[in-house]
């Protein structure tokens, strides 16, 4: 069992603070706010990256940190913000189901992913490891975030907040992929923004809105 | 087998063609007698069958070789019937070519031909009557079957001259109460196959109601003189059947000498008198079934021929 | 000549499958030229009949009092299951079935496939060999696997044939039918299969031989055979594929079926319960003796309401086939109380049931394929008095319809003979309640055999006698020579079945030899049959022939001695009617009328009687099934209900689809913990 | 080095293709760039045939009888494909529902996507395999919309939504099994990802954190897969894309998906020391193979029908896999190659009678047989192949399947049998009066490509009967590598 030294007591309340994030993402209404949003996470996913790196000193990591700060806290946000402004969405858009009801759910979810993690962090040989519920608990809201929104723009952003999510998990509690597949995964998630990108374009011309309810007619009856 | 046999064999074939006509007028005179008729003579048969082969046949004009055909088929079958049964003796080379079942199965031939022959002029009568001989005949055939089985049963065999063995070999007479079932049974089916009251009426040509005569009405001369006799020697078989089957005393059996034979004849004429009388009377009695209770009529006697069988099972006897 | 000596050299065995091997390759040659008729229909069809003859002659030496089973292992199917054929008396018999009547109709079809009538006459060509082929594997496989292969493979080959006209709607929604009950059957099948090897994971029929079962699995293993097979032969209530697909197919392929494809199906019942299984409980006899005598009464009964002459025909399949359902019930009957010669002769009865069925039904469909190409008529109430414009077909159809109605001295006579006898002999059975059951049997068999009759009288006369029911029917023509041959061919046999019994009887003792271990008393000689005892009973179709035409010649030849033989051509007299119109007659319907009137339960009757006011009154009755109704329309709304329900998963919503993935995350992520 | 041109020829054939795509001769280069892949492929198979099992480059790629088997299917039914989508691609031009830019698009991503499941089936790194995963993903939604009709835009959203969160659940999986390899395999370098490692160590993997991660990469990619409940895209995308999409979606991607599934369970099984992950297989590929056969009674879109026919397959296969054994693994090998080239042939002569007809409604497509008999009888047979008739090889493993099913789990058997059945008669209803009957439609402008139906069919008859040895032996050591 490592000492409990700083770092990682500030990774732990870092894994607080995505957790957090994650449940305004799934309150807040506002596209915009919502990407503002995202990016934090990305922000604090580098940080806490970062000081994983320094506290094992994986010089891999901090290729990975600067990675995602390239990619999740610039790139992507401002590829969504131009996307955002050009298609002019930023209007409120209401959940399927209400907020509070959407709150207590991911309590709930919560829960469960920790309960999920108990014993996997109960044997955990890093420190870190414990931090594997959170992580958990962060893919399973957005997850929520994604089924509950009627817009196609907030489902990418739910996704993308998956992904660091993922991410996140993938850093903390196995000191990060090898490099090369993250560099795939990377390109992949690169590539994926893209083609969401098009298709806003593409749904809107078809269904000149980004309206989700209008993409129902494919159905057996 | 012995040639006596043989002589004998043909010699009952030939009493029976002989006899048969008697039979009928014997059972006419009985029943204008019961009607308060003057009776036509015993022999009038003969007289109408010399009659027909003296007259020039009348052929429908699209009569094909099938409506020629089929009076000498019905006879033969008759014939060859009239050859299995043990009327006189059980001593029958030829009664081992066909058991009971065969023999009812000759009979259907008989029946299937002059039906198909009814047919094949193509009158409103001719077709009618064919339809309701077949209907008469897929409900008597099966009965008289169930009345044949359950005299095997009693005797274990299917061929009728060891039935009658059987029968006359026990020391004191039995009665089997399955035999009272397969009697009313049979009597049933006498009457409908033979065209009698209460199914048909041969004495009649309403048109409406008649089957056997409907079927013969296109024939003529020899055809119908055949058919007629057919018809005849089909009674004096069923009359057999039943002396065979239910009273068999008399008929002689396995190399009994001529004197016996003679007196077997003799128990037959008797017997035919009886049930001629019989008959006529029954006849004279009952009235005339509508033609769709006619089923049900022999639907009874297929039940009463089962029910003996059942009888039997049930009893052992 | 030289290839025929070649055959006889080698071994039966590799002799029919070099035979259905040629089949298969003549069916292919059809597709070089496939609408030259000439090449097709002249060269083609007579060569696969000469095949046919060739695997008939190999059945029949595997008859032979010396022969032993011979198997062998071919290089094909699975890797380590390849397909097994095996030559016993059993398949043997079954080949000499399909050979004979096989050959016959195959003559008859090269004089029937004419040009353009739906499929190309090559393409039928390959299919119709295609079906015989794989008829004639199923009878020889000796695995599970090759056995369905060729099984599924028959009935594929078959559906494509019925379909033929497949411009027609019924003919398709038959089609549809026949497949989709061929199918559930022979998933049945399979799973009989799947228990029978017992743990061994052999699916060869030796080690489901060799597989010691418990009663209650021998028991599913034989109630899954029983439905499969009897879903193929056409048991009731498993039949209604049976009157829709017969009539549609063309007349030589129905023949087939009916003939030889049900026999198939007896075949396999055969197969699994006698060979595969042991000895089983008293009830298998029972159940299977009931649904056959059941089958062959309903048959019977709906045949003589039917007014489309194939409908008619397919009914009297569905009849014989319970006829021959009952005597195999029976003989497991007697089986399971170890009565070996009773068992012999009801087995005896059913096989030659079969053999004897395959021809007059091919015959008799066949006729109806003639009357169908020289009229162009299907439906009873538009034919009639054919027997003057086709004399040739009468005749050899008068033989069927006797031979049908269970007639001395014919074929079909010999076989219900054989069965009531059997009947007769069930009061020994040591078992205080079947033994007053089962004879009753005997009722209800002599009742189908009457029945039988009625239906007959009525196809025969209906078609061939009386007045023509329509003016064009004046100018129908006689069938092509190649028709008639193939026709006398199937014809003849009837009769030498009916006269030498003896022969059949104790070529079928080769079977009931291997099956049950005994066989049927032997006559004195080939002309008599005295299967039990000779005092007992005894038949001799020889000489019953001999007295009926000695007795018909005597009587035709004192006839003409004392009668001078003028004959004078009147129109009818009919009771002095004055005119007279073909549709006076007694119609079909008339002769459906009385069993309609007795047996009124059984149909289900939609009426329409004229009202007496009628100007021009119009009478019309449709008769259908109680099963249909009640069994199968209801089964198929239930699925079609669930298929409704099972729909709302496809909702469109997207969140939805999400939400299920969400779900199953969560359900699985408590299952692992 | 042939794993190089495998992967090679179509990643060129990609680029050039992204560049000339729209020229007249792009469908010609298309069909060459898959000829050289198959010919890569087969030199492939000979190489393992000869020498077994191997690695490359440094051990990220790993071939043996499993894989390379898939792969060779892969560059096969990806060469009859490209085959046939030359003609339909034209006439699809001629019937103005494409222009040249869109078939560049289509051209290229084609390739690309084929690159990915190569690159799936061949890499030895579970990452590497996430990637390509993801990487399939991408190309066929721009196939899917290639249409840009609202259609087929819907259909290519709801997929990429789908898949791509059932991917990121894959991917959080592939994390888990490396923090459970991790400590055994060292967190440096690649070892903990490469599945020949794992599979060495499989023994010893911490089950729990295994049991987790095989939920997640099973629903990961089981999503891809088509299992039920997670199927819901899969219609959709198959109706709604190009029919040569629709056909390498059927019959390829499903099954590397598949693959990967299996992959991931071989571990799963060595960890756990239980029959968990077979059962979570059975319990899907049950629930699919079901619904999937109630779900075809109420279709009126003939490539619907067939996908619908193709999660009922996949539940199949997944049914076999699930309850393991070499019998069973073997059939199911055996079905994944019969399925993928049944189903591409019948989607290759349903793209055709739609064009015939102009429609995808199955009632408004008639008399198929009189107007184009050969496309009419690949419709056909093909569609009584895919039923489980013999003598087609699809029976033949269907029988297999049933037995050891029959032998091990008796309570499956009756509700794979009414599957079976149900499905016959929703499919066989749908197929004839499509097949038969009268037709007023019009023949087609350039004669269609209907040798590749054929030739698939021809295998799957082959198969029916006959099985050549070194296939089967392939088959049964692929069998014994997946064990369970």
């Known amino acids: ?221 | 087998m012995t040639a006596v046999a043989y002589v004998w064999q043909v010699g009952e074939c030939l009493l029976a063609i002989a006899l048969a006509p008697l039979f009928a007028g014997w059972v006419g005179q009985c029943r204008a007698w019961l009607q308060n008729r003057s009776a036509p003579p015993l022999w009038q048969p003969y007289l109408i069958l010399r009659k027909l082969f003296h007259k020039d046949a009348a052929l429908a004009t699209d009569a094909s070789w099938l409506f020629r055909l089929a009076p000498y088929v019905v006879f033969s079958t008759m014939v060859v019937a009239a050859a299995i049964i043990p009327s006189v003796t059980t001593d029958l080379p030829l009664a081992r070519v066909a058991d009971a079942i065969a023999l009812v199965g000759v009979f259907a031939t008989g029946r299937v031909f002059i039906s198909l022959a009814a047919m094949d002029i193509g009158t409103a009568f001719g077709s009618m009557g064919a339809r309701r001989e077949m209907m008469v005949g897929f409900l008597a055939e099966p009965a008289l079957l169930m009345v044949l089985f359950s005299a095997f049963m009693t005797h274990g065999s299917t061929a009728l001259p060891e039935m009658v063995e059987g029968l006359l070999s026990q020391p004191h007479i039995v009665l089997h109460p399955s035999l009272f079932f397969s009697g009313v049974a049979f009597v049933m089916v006498l009457l409908a196959e033979n065209a009698r009251l209460p199914v048909d009426n041969p004495s009649t040509h309403l048109e409406l109601t008649m089957i056997h005569e409907a079927m013969i009405l296109e024939y003529s001369a020899r055809h119908l003189a055949l058919l007629e006799w057919a018809s005849w020697l089909k009674l004096f078989n069923y009359a057999c059947i039943g002396f065979a089957l239910f009273m068999p005393w008399g008929i002689a059996l396995h190399g009994a000498s001529a004197g016996l034979l003679a007196l077997a004849i003799a128990a037959l004429l008797a017997k035919l008198v009886v049930a001629g009388a019989a008959l006529a009377l029954f006849e004279t009695l009952s009235a005339k079934l509508r033609l769709f209770r006619a089923p049900e009529f022999l639907t009874m006697a297929f039940l009463f021929a089962v029910l003996g069988l059942l009888v039997y099972l049930l009893l052992g006897a | 000549m030289h290839v025929v000596s070649a055959l006889t050299t080698t071994t039966p065995l590799t002799g029919l499958l070099v035979l259905v091997a040629s089949w298969l390759l003549i069916g292919a040659l059809g597709l070089v030229q496939p609408n030259r008729i000439g090449w097709v229909a002249r060269t083609l069809f007579p060569l696969g009949a000469l095949v046919a003859l060739g695997v008939a002659g190999m059945g029949a030496m595997s008859l032979t009092p010396g022969f032993a089973a011979q198997s062998s292992v071919l290089a094909l199917g699975l890797p380590d299951m390849p397909f097994h054929v095996r030559l016993d008396a059993l398949s043997g018999f079954f080949l000499l079935l399909l050979g004979s009547a096989g050959a016959g109709i195959s003559i008859f079809a090269a004089g029937y496939f004419r040009q353009g009538e739906g499929t190309a006459p090559g393409l039928l060509c390959l299919q119709y060999h295609v079906f015989l082929a794989s008829m004639a594997l199923v009878v020889l496989a000796d695995d599970a696997y090759l056995f369905m292969v060729a099984w599924e493979t028959m009935a594929l080959s078959s559906y494509f044939l019925v379909v033929t006209q497949h411009r027609i709607p019924e003919i398709r929604r038959a089609g549809f039918l026949y497949l989709l009950m061929a199918h559930v059957g022979a998933l049945g099948i399979l799973l009989s299969f799947g228990v029978l090897q017992g743990g061994s994971w052999q699916m060869t029929f030796d080690a489901m031989r060799a597989a010691h079962l418990t009663p209650a699995w021998a028991s599913a293993a034989f109630v899954l055979a029983l439905f499969g097979f009897g879903a193929k032969a056409g048991l009731v209530p498993l039949h209604v594929w049976l009157p829709e697909a017969h009539p549609a197919a063309p007349s030589p392929v129905s023949a087939m079926m009916s003939g030889l494809m049900l026999k198939v199906g007896v075949y396999g019942l055969l197969r699994v319960s006698w060979d595969l299984l042991h000895a089983g409980p008293w009830w298998w006899g029972l159940l299977t003796l009931g649904l056959g005598l059941g089958t062959a009464l309903y048959g019977a009964i709906f045949a003589a309401v039917q007014t489309d002459m194939k409908r008619l025909l397919a009914y009297s399949s569905i009849e014989n086939i319970g006829l021959i359902f009952a005597g195999i019930g029976l003989a497991l009957l007697c089986r399971s109380f170890d009565m070996r010669l009773l068992a012999a002769l009801a087995l005896a009865a059913a096989l030659i049931h079969s053999f004897n069925h395959a021809f007059f039904k091919s015959l008799l469909f066949l006729v109806t394929g003639s009357v169908m190409h020289a009229t162009g008529e299907r439906s009873l109430g538009k034919l009639g008095g054919l027997i003057r414009y086709m004399p040739w077909v009468a005749a050899l159809a008068l033989i069927g319809s006797l031979a049908i109605a269970g007639l001395p001295p014919l074929n079909g006579f010999v076989s219900e003979w054989l069965l009531l006898q059997a009947f007769l002999q069930t009061p020994r059975i040591p078992h205080a309640f079947l033994n007053m059951i089962v004879p009753l049997g005997a009722a209800l068999v002599a009742l189908t055999a009457a029945l039988a009759g009625y239906v007959m009288v009525k196809f025969y006369g209906v078609i061939f006698l009386g007045q023509p029911r329509e003016r064009a029917l004046e100018n129908a023509r006689d069938a092509g020579w190649l028709e008639r041959f193939g026709l006398s061919w199937l014809a003849l046999g009837c009769v030498l079945i009916g006269v030498f019994p003896q022969v059949a009887l104790d070529v079928v003792g080769r079977i009931t030899l291997q099956l049950v271990g005994t066989t049927v008393r032997r006559g004195p000689s080939p002309w008599w049959m005295t299967p039990i005892t000779s005092s007992q009973t005894s038949y001799s179709g020889l000489w019953l022939w001999v007295g009926l035409l000695l007795v018909i010649g005597a009587t035709f030849v004192l006839v003409r001695r004392i009668y001078h033989g003028r004959v004078r051509r009147t129109p009818p007299w009919d009771c002095g009617y004055p005119w007279q119109t073909p549709r006076m007659q007694d119609s079909s319907e008339g002769f459906g009328q009385p069993i309609r009137h007795l047996f009124g339960p059984v149909f289900r009757m939609q009426r329409e009687l004229p009202h007496p006011s009628d100007p021009k009154p119009k009478y019309r009755v449709l008769v259908q099934e109680h099963f249909w109704h009640q069994l199968y329309l209801p089964l198929a709304r239930l699925v079609q209900r669930t298929a409704e329900r099972v729909t709302i998963l496809q909702g469109g919503r997207l969140s939805t689809y999400l939400l299920y993935s969400f779900m199953t995350l969560i359900l699985l992520l408590v299952w692992v913990l | 080095m042939e794993i190089l041109l495998v992967l090679g020829f179509p990643l060129l054939g990609a680029a050039l293709l992204a560049m000339v795509g729209a020229k007249r001769y792009a469908a010609e280069v298309s069909v060459a760039t898959s000829l050289a892949t198959l010919l890569a492929a087969a030199l492939l198979v000979l190489r393992i045939i000869r020498h077994g099992p191997m690695t490359a480059w440094n051990e990220e790629f790993f071939i043996d009888p499993f894989n390379v088997f898939l792969v060779a299917l892969t560059a096969l039914v990806g060469f009859t494909t490209a085959v046939f989508s030359r003609p339909y691609m034209r006439i699809e031009a001629s019937h103005g529902r494409l222009t040249p830019g869109r078939l560049r698009l289509y051209h290229s991503m084609y390739q690309l996507f084929m690159a990915a499941m190569l690159l799936a089936l061949t890499t030895n790194n579970m990452g590497f395999m996430w990637v390509a995963m993801e990487m399939a993903t991408l190309s066929t939604v721009l196939l899917v919309s290639l249409y840009r009709t609202r259609g087929s835009i819907e259909a290519a959203w709801k997929y990429f939504i789908l898949c791509g969160v059932g991917i990121a659940l894959a991917l959080f999986g592939t994390a888990l099994l490396y923090t459970a390899a991790e400590d055994l395999l060292g967190g440096e370098g690649m070892g903990a990802l490469l599945w020949t490692h794992l599979n060495a160590v499989k023994g010893q993997l911490e089950p729990r954190v295994m049991g987790m991660a095989f939920v997640f990469l099973l629903v990961g990619y089981g999503t891809k897969v088509g299992l039920a409940p997670l199927h819901n895209w899969l219609p959709d995308a198959h109706a709604e894309g190009p029919t040569p999409v629709s056909a390498v979606l059927s019959g390829l991607l499903l099954n590397v998906a598949l693959y990967a599934v299996i992959r991931c369970k071989i571990l799963a099984d060595g960890a756990l020391h239980s029959t968990l992950p077979g059962h979570m297989l059975m319990g899907f590929g049950l629930l699919s193979t079901v619904l999937a056969s109630f779900f075809l009674w109420r279709q009126r879109d003939i490539k619907r029908l067939f996908a619908y026919s193709s999660i009922e397959h996949m539940g199949i296969i997944t049914f076999a896999f699930g309850m393991g054994g070499p019998i069973a693994n073997f059939a199911a090998l055996l079905h994944m190659t019969m399925h993928s080239l049944t189903k591409s042939a019948i989607f290759f002569a349903a793209g055709h009678a739609t064009q015939l007809s102009g429609t995808q409604r199955m009632d408004k497509i008639r008399g198929l047989l009189t107007i184009h008999p050969s496309v009419g009888w690949g419709l056909m047979l093909g569609g009584l192949a895919i039923l489980g008739m013999p003598p087609f090889g699809v029976f033949t493993s269907e029988y297999l399947i049933l037995i050891t099913a029959m032998r091990d789990h008796p309570w499956a058997t009756p509700v794979l049998l009414v599957a079976l059945a149900v499905a016959f008669g929703a499919i066989f209803s749908r197929l004839q009066p499509m097949v038969y009957g009268d037709t007023d439609d019009k023949p087609l402008p350039h004669s269609p490509a209907l040798v590749p139906v054929f030739i698939h069919l021809g295998i799957v008859l082959m198969m029916g009967v006959y099985i050549p040895p070194a296939l089967a032996e392939w088959y049964r050591l692929a069998a014994q590598l997946i064990g369970g």
């Open chain 1, 1 to 221: 069992m490592p000492p409990v030294n700083m770092a990682t007591q500030v990774v732990q309340m870092l894994a607080g603070a995505l957790l957090l994030i994650s449940f305004a993402m799934l309150a807040e209404r506002r596209s915009r706010r919502l990407l503002i949003l995202l990016v934090w996470q990305g922000v604090v996913l580098v940080t806490s990256t970062v000081l994983v790196a320094a506290s094992a000193h994986l010089t891999h990591l901090y290729y990975s940190a600067a990675l995602t700060l390239l990619l999740k806290v610039c790139v992507l946000p401002l590829i969504l913000f131009r996307l955002m402004r050009k298609l002019g969405i930023e209007r409120d858009n209401e959940p399927l189901v209400n907020v509070p009801t959407l709150m207590l759910v991911g309590l709930c979810l919560v829960i469960f992913a920790f309960g999920l993690a108990q014993p996997v962090t109960a044997l955990a040989t890093t420190v870190l490891r414990k931090t594997l519920g959170i992580a958990i608990a962060v893919i399973l809201l957005s997850f929520l975030m994604i089924l509950a929104r009627r817009k196609a723009f907030t489902q990418v952003i739910g996704f993308l907040s998956l992904e660091n999510g993922l991410f996140f998990a993938a850093t903390t509690t196995t000191y990060g992929m090898p490099m090369v597949v993250e560099l795939g995964m990377a390109l992949d998630l690169l590539v994926a923004v893209f083609i969401f990108g098009i298709f806003f374009f593409h749904i809107r011309e078809q269904f000149d809105s980004l309206d989700l309810d209008q993409l129902e007619s494919l159905k057996e009856d």
